[in-house]
């Protein structure tokens, strides 16, 4: 009954969302308040069903009620708690229903939190954001309902794909998708600006937390998948630049480029349209990769669920709000006329540059996924594009992203000149300095290493100076107290940028100096990599609630000193009838040692390979103290207390004094 | 009863997990080295988009092992590429060569490059030039007006 229910809640949220989205467009179009006031309470509404029908799916679940087919198809009963709840989005149309959920709860935040809004431009955002609802209801409702039944339920399921049951993974889906789908309000509020035809600074001021949000979570959604490779597929990469994983680095990529040009609306009032398209292009990126992951047309080792139908149906919803989207911006950005006039060298050019340097990398990576696809369909030739390709590709982006960074965030708006960059002089040449020190010390190895150093220390030092200097001048106790209270927005950067300095080092510095051993390892046997020693003390077989395990015990020995043991297990989940490794891993904060136990040799004794992995947890260190920048610019002040108000519009042109 | 289910299961699924096997490193460690690094830009053909280096399947380890032979039979690294490309195809290159119609893959990111910063540069000088630097001529007749005033 409490299925039938939730399919119900969902079926009425479809017709809310049609409502929501008809009758305050239109209400905005003719001036009619009462029209316009009907979009909150029915944002409200909706997430109230989707919700209950969520939480109706998560029942099930949670009482393994096998009558209902998707239950059947992901889950079992032997399966712990944490999974069969982190079941619910483990699969094509249960992810669906998240997405929803989170859509609808966004279109909820925008009503509660929007009261300043103005009347047609909150009416239009919630507008749009429903229209996206509607889209992903029918999708959902017409094509993969997770409410279906079983005629004949069986006594038990098949179990979630085991690769998934795994804490990293089992929340790194719905971070993605609150990065996605936060997303669809900078889109909504693109949209609705565009049918206003205005954007002014209070528009940027509403759509930079936003778009600061989805990038955070989409930060700490790519971080945790990321992580979760390393530990979980054997051999401990990072990033495999699989198209699952381009699908949610394009956003990520393009959402960083927005929030940086909604600084200069909301400040400077300049780069208005191009925001504007920003705003389209994260969304169409955000469908875009979700049409990755359902349709299949790009095969990639963790699209776990795709049909090509489903696939076209997302290339519509894609092709109708994107098309429709660059459209309306056709037509009207022309409108969109920019106030606040800057200089050639300004932190208004250096966001020019960041934006230009980051949409590129995106395209990259789109062009690098997509073109297998071209070249079948366009020049007939079934050719791969792989990770050698990316990291030629990209890489140089990331260099020069990373060395304009601290020249730019230093720069004050309208005109810096060059005196601005004296204070980074002696941050370049320390890093030069440790750049150099590091190459003559590893003697005959590629540059990647020195250079990430050279990269991290820059971008980290420069914003410590860039923070420095927003403390003014003084004596130290002046500075210091200054400091602390200096906005969230200035410590947020300093924090998001030093965070990517420290993610770069750590890229560099595992690529760079990583060691690896292979060898047959006897119970007893002893094998030396760098200063450490492993010993194989024992293999045994254990039993796990839905798996068995073949379970290594190992010593690690550091010169000769005892430092931890790693347990290293291969599992194999008879009901999916899967192997999966989980690698064995000493962390520490210089270097992890990660071992991992292989097959039993013909001749006796096993396959091991350990690693060391210098500076790895540097990599997700970075990621979560950018995804920190990101909260504490959020907490800023004057999204609380500045939010609605609007600034006087200025008569004309500002010039650039 | 559970121990003859779990020697089934392992006897079910038993069949290589890791990637390199520690029977397939030569001894030589410097044509090691380079079979490795020639492995990474070698497609799984069976895979989702997994390098032979990487793959645990049996085609995979077939593909590494071909690739040894022939490092060690005195094979130069383009030689060995363009004897695997010949038996599999260029679908097995990870990194497709920049040629032909992928020259188009290579310059497409650059042409894009070169075109928004040209744009940004014409964009960032007109916007310059639209509100003229300093006073127009009628504001510094009106400027000396004030000041005469004021004297």
Known sequence: MIIELGHFALILAFAVAIAQTVVPLVGAHYRWSGWMAMASPAATIQVLLVGFSFAALTYAFVTSDFSLRLVVLNSHTDKPMLYKISGVWGNHEGSLLLWVLILALFGAAAAWFGQQLPETLRARVLGVQASVGVAFYAFILFTSNPFERLAFPPFNGEDLNPLLQDPGLAFHPPFLYLGYVGLSMAFSFAVAALLEGRVDAAWGRWVRPWTLAAWLFLTIGIALGSWWAYYELGWGGFWFWDPVENASFMPWLIAAALLHSAIVVEKREALKAWTILLAILAFGFSLVGTFIVRSGVLTSVHAFANDPERGVYILAILAIFTGGALLLYAVRAPVMQAKGVFGVVSRESALVANNLLLAVSCFVVFIGTIWPLVAEVAFDRKLSVGPPFFNAAFTPFVIALAALLPLGSILPWKRGGGAHWGKLVPVAVLSVAVAGLIWAMQTGQSLGGPLGVALGVWLVVGAGVDLATRTGRGSVGDRLRRLTRLPGADWGKALAHGGLGITIFGVAGLTAWEQEKIEIMAVGDRMELGRYEVVLEDVSRVQGPNYISTMARMHVYEGGRDIGVLIPEKRIYPVAQMPTTEAGIDNGFLRDVYAVIGDPQQGGGWAVRVYIKPFANWIWGGAIIMALGGLVSLGDRRYRVAGGARRKAPVAGVPAE | ?151
């Not at chain 2, 392992?10 to 090691?32: I, K, N, S, Y």
């Not at chain 2, 188009?104 to 910063?117: K, S, V």
């Open chain 2, 1 to 151: 009863m559970r121990a003859a289910l779990i020697g089934a299961c392992l006897l079910l699924f038993a069949g290589p997990v890791a990637a390199v096997q520690p029977d397939e490193v030569l001894d030589d460690p410097v044509l090691e080295e380079r079979a490795r690094e020639l492995s990474k830009g070698l497609r799984c053909l069976v895979c989702r988009n997994e390098s032979i280096d990487e793959s645990n399947a049996g085609l995979a380890r077939d593909l590494r092992l071909l690739v040894r032979e022939r490092l060690v039979a005195g094979d130069t690294d383009e030689e060995l590429i363009d004897y695997v490309v010949d038996r599999y195809g260029e679908y097995v290159l990870l990194n497709p060569p920049a040629s032909g119609s992928t020259l188009l893959l290579w310059g497409a990111p650059l042409a894009l490059l070169l075109l928004g910063a040209g744009v940004a540069t014409a964009h960032i000088t007109r916007q310059r030039r639209a509100v003229p630097d300093g006073l127009s001529d009628a504001e510094e007749a009106r400027v000396r007006e004030l000041l005469k005033a004021e004297d």
